[in-house]
């Protein structure tokens, strides 16, 4: 597969395999050790793949993070150039969306005319603010053609494919599904939106293998009603809860209060990033530092000042971000909380997914492709108890998958839950946790696990809490016993399943 990127950064107009991302950098913009893949997750590897002995493969679940993209906040100066040219794929397949042929998606540009009076507020290029980059297009076409030669027996199966209402994740998505798509091509000679030429098995096409002539349906909800990642919009109790806005995680305001000199230091340079008073966070410092060490582009200067961000700052500022995710996600005391009201109801989406193969229901998803963001893992990294350095801020293409898988006892019995177990790969590794051994996970101890923190009522959990005795009584972590718990996820499934058969989802 050769890959022609129309981006113009000569020195980082290649991917770099994850290992070697952060090699050659800048001195001032080295990652710390426990952020040295933040450039690019590692991807599947198809020839290092194993299944488990004795034991079919139903289905496959992947939750990903968008690839690389240029930063969210954007300085009150702006001394680098950004651009998100879109790459185009000199091998065929089928179009995605209204592009060309032959080109992943439209090729959407940042163009500011000479004569914008309101140019000086924004960095030159064709990026806007969180906008997929070239880079970050090719990392998504390289994990799909991985996934896609691991998991090819079940693509043709029940294709279902979700994303966040942004253009970073939907373009991720695309890109994702044009390299399923070249992988399948590698191995089969078709894609997943043509006529099928041959079995997985070998041998002619087959209705176990479907023709479809209509492009992949991506579904996505408004940002108002978004459930894959946190919404502070809608749940005004996880605004009180994030970042510890309102002061009451005495650990985090002692993190604040010891990091008081950094941000006096940062703001001398990059200018105040922080959105309110209450903000508390140093993500968006994070957010531009790494985005510009991970394109090896030097790092802020203060235009009056002339100081610069340091390899010291800039290091300090990655350690600090790594602590903020940890917090939220694994030790705060709010972490179940936080969890649950961020992205409980789409985990109760992903347990349903499962829940059809256990209650053995006639339609259900062979494989399910999530694109999302470093807030969709973490929450989910932390949901599935990981530990180590399992629990480091998500990098840019960061995937989890969740295989459900049946073991071969007796092929005569019925299908029932003490048959089926769960493995949980993260970058490709098995997720290190502390729930259970994620290379064999009982369903039933992951979906009990997976259960308390799918919300029983989320608009009374998301009202804003007073003290947190109204937390805890509005809403402990484990609110239903266990068989009301599975009678709950029994009838979301139920509720969601579509009655007319089909394999594949289409627009």
């Not at 000199?90 to 914008?116: C, G, K, M, W, Y």
């Not at 507020?121 to 691991?150: D, E, F, Y």
Request: with cysteine; glycine share 6%.
């Amino acid at each position: 597969m050769h890959l022609d990127l129309l981006y113009d950064e000569p020195s980082s107009s290649s991917i770099h395999d994850s290992k070697d991302a952060h090699k050659d950098l800048p001195l001032h913009g080295k990652f710390p050790e426990e952020l040295m893949d933040y450039c690019q997750a590692e991807y599947p590897n198809p020839d290092e793949y194993s299944k488990p002995e004795n034991a079919d493969l139903l289905m496959a679940t992947v939750v990903t993070r968008h690839g690389d993209r240029s930063p969210i906040a954007v300085l009150s100066f702006e001394n680098v150039t950004w651009q998100c040219h879109v790459p185009t794929l000199t091998f065929p397949f089928p179009d995605f969306s209204v592009a060309p042929q032959h080109q992943i998606f439209t090729d959407v540009r940042l163009r500011i005319s000479e004569d914008n009076p309101f140019k000086t507020a924004m960095w030159a290029g064709s990026c806007s603010p969180g906008q997929l980059t070239g880079r970050g297009a090719i990392q998504h076409v390289k994990l799909g053609n991985h996934l896609g030669k691991i998991y090819e027996d079940l693509l043709y199966k029940g294709l279902y494919v979700r994303s966040t209402n942004k253009g970073r994740t939907i373009q991720s998505a695309e890109s994702n599904l044009a390299g399923l798509n070249s992988a399948l091509r590698e191995h089969h000679g078709s894609a997943l939106t043509e006529p099928v030429t041959k079995k997985v098995s070998g041998g002619h096409a087959s209705e176990d293998y479907p023709s479809y002539p209509y492009p992949v349906a991506i579904h996505t909800l408004p940002v108002e009603l978004e459930t894959m990642h946190p919404n502070l919009l809608a749940c005004p109790r996880l605004k009180q809860l994030w970042h510890d806005r309102e002061g009451h995680d005495p650990e985090w305001s002692q993190f604040i209060k010891d990091h008081a000199q950094l941000k006096r230091d940062l703001d001398n340079i990059m200018g105040d990033l922080w959105e309110s008073p209450d903000y508390r966070s140093f993500d968006h410092y994070f957010d531009s530092i790494a985005a510009r060490t991970c394109h090896r582009k030097s790092l802020p200067c203060s235009p009056t000042t002339h100081e610069c961000v340091t390899e010291d700052l800039a290091k300090a500022v990655f350690k600090a971000g790594q602590w903020e995710n940890e917090r939220l996600f694994f030790t705060s005391p709010k972490r179940d909380e936080i969890i649950r009201i961020s992205i409980g109801s789409w985990l109760g989406d992903v347990l349903n997914g499962l829940e059809a193969w256990a209650l053995n229901k006639p339609q259900r998803h062979t494989f399910a492709f999530h694109s999302g963001h470093d807030t969709t893992i973490g929450p989910l990294l932390g949901a599935l108890g990981a530990t180590g350095t399992d629990r480091r801020w998500p990098a840019y293409a960061s995937n989890v998958v969740i295989e459900l898988w049946k073991k071969k006892e007796d092929d005569n019995a019925t299908q029932n839950e003490k048959q089926l177990f769960v493995r949980v790969l993260y970058n490709g590794k098995v997720l290190q946790s502390e729930v259970c051994d994620m290379s064999w996970c009982p369903l039933d101890t992951f979906r009990d696990r997976l259960l308390t923190y799918v919300p029983v009522e989320l608009v009374n959990e998301c009202a804003p809490k007073q003290t947190d005795s109204d937390a805890s009584a509005s809403a402990p972590a484990n609110a239903l016993s266990r068989p009301e718990q599975q009678e709950a996820a029994v009838d979301k499934v139920e509720s969601s399943v579509v009655d007319t058969p089909h394999y594949l989802d289409f627009v």
